[in-house]
């Protein structure tokens, strides 16, 4: 029986299907950390407490930072007022941009 060679495209969901696998194996378990580096202070932490509990209202890329930009607006627990955390990423790390109340 003649075996069947596999198309590139064949080859790369094969890869793909074992990095799904894999990642799920890697973060699907562990703790997390829940303090991130500020931007202007490398060696300043801030904890990520408000968002434990929250409510996530909006998830987005914000377009005028430039390493990144993941905002997340959200509404503490027993609060109204709605937030915003924006997060930057390079290589050599993330960090918080800015979090604060949404004018």
Same mark, same amino acid.
């Given at each position: 029986?003649?075996?069947?060679?596999?198309?590139?495209?064949?080859?790369?969901?094969?890869? %793909?299907?074992?990095?799904? #696998? /894999?990642?799920?194996?890697?973060?699907?378990?562990?703790?997390?950390?829940?303090?991130? %580096?500020?931007?202007? /202070?490398?060696?300043?932490?801030?904890?990520?407490?408000?968002?434990? $509990?929250?409510? #996530?209202? /909006? #998830?987005?890329?914000?377009?005028?930072? %430039?390493?990144?930009?993941?905002?997340? /607006?959200?509404?503490?627990?027993?609060?109204?007022?709605?937030? %915003?955390?924006?997060? $930057?990423?390079?290589?050599?790390?993330? @960090?918080?941009? @800015?979090?604060?109340?949404?004018?």
């Amino acid at each position: 029986m003649e075996k069947k060679e596999k198309t590139m495209a064949e080859a790369f969901q094969e890869i %793909r299907e074992q990095e799904q #696998i /894999d990642n799920a194996k890697k973060f699907s378990k562990g703790t997390l950390v829940r303090e991130q %580096r500020t931007l202007g /202070d490398p060696d300043k932490f801030e904890e990520f407490k408000d968002l434990l $509990g929250a409510k #996530i209202v /909006d #998830i987005g890329f914000h377009k005028k930072a %430039r390493e990144g930009g993941f905002a997340i /607006d959200y509404i503490k627990q027993n609060e109204t007022i709605t937030k %915003r955390i924006v997060l $930057g990423f390079t290589e050599l790390g993330m @960090w918080t941009y @800015w979090q604060g109340k949404l004018k």
